[in-house]
């Protein structure tokens, strides 16, 4: 998949300026549990073009921090919505009831997303990043 993401995709993910996907994220994907850490992918063919995820706060179980990674050809084309809502619904069933992300200021296509699809979303500043609290749907 790091073949189909722009510098600009990497740093609006991993708030870094990395060329590729990072090993410890691949590592992370690796570890996932189904429960408190969980993650689904788009595919196009054996191709993955989008990553949704969420880790459980071990601090608030009834939170997890939520992140999305969309391939630049399939962006603006809803799958990072659709990754959202499916991971949505598994959360729910899993005792979560609200997401945190944060989002860097530039990334005005996951703001709009937010803002549009998350009505009840509440917004903290921090530096170059929004940090949002996003309540799930009962």
């Known amino acids: 998949m790091s073949?189909?993401?722009s510098s600009a995709s990497l740093?609006?993910?991993f708030f870094s300026g990395t060329?590729?996907?990072?090993?410890?994220?691949?590592?992370m994907l690796g570890r996932l549990d189904h429960w408190d850490r969980e993650a689904l992918v788009g595919l196009d063919g054996d191709e993955i073009v989008g990553i949704a995820e969420y880790v459980r706060d071990?601090?608030?179980?009834?939170?997890?921090d939520i992140a999305v990674l969309v391939a630049d050809p399939w962006q603006r084309r809803g799958l990072g919505s659709v990754l959202i809502g499916c991971?949505?619904?598994?959360a729910g069933r899993r005792g979560i009831t609200g997401f945190d992300a944060d989002v860097v200021l530039t990334n005005r296509p996951a703001l709009l997303f937010v803002h549009?699809?998350?009505p009840a979303?509440?917004?903290?500043?921090?530096?170059?990043?929004?940090?949002?609290?996003?309540p799930l749907a009962t």
Do not use: K, N
């Open 58 to 64: 071990t601090t608030r179980p009834c939170r997890a």
């Open 3 to 5: 073949d189909r993401l």
């Open 116 to 118: 549009h699809g998350w």
């Open 87 to 90: 991971l949505t619904q598994l």
């Open 19 to 27: 060329p590729r996907v990072p090993e410890y994220y691949l590592g």
């Open 121 to 134: 979303a509440r917004s903290t500043r921090d530096g170059g990043a929004a940090h949002f609290t996003l």
């Open 11 to 13: 740093y609006t993910r």
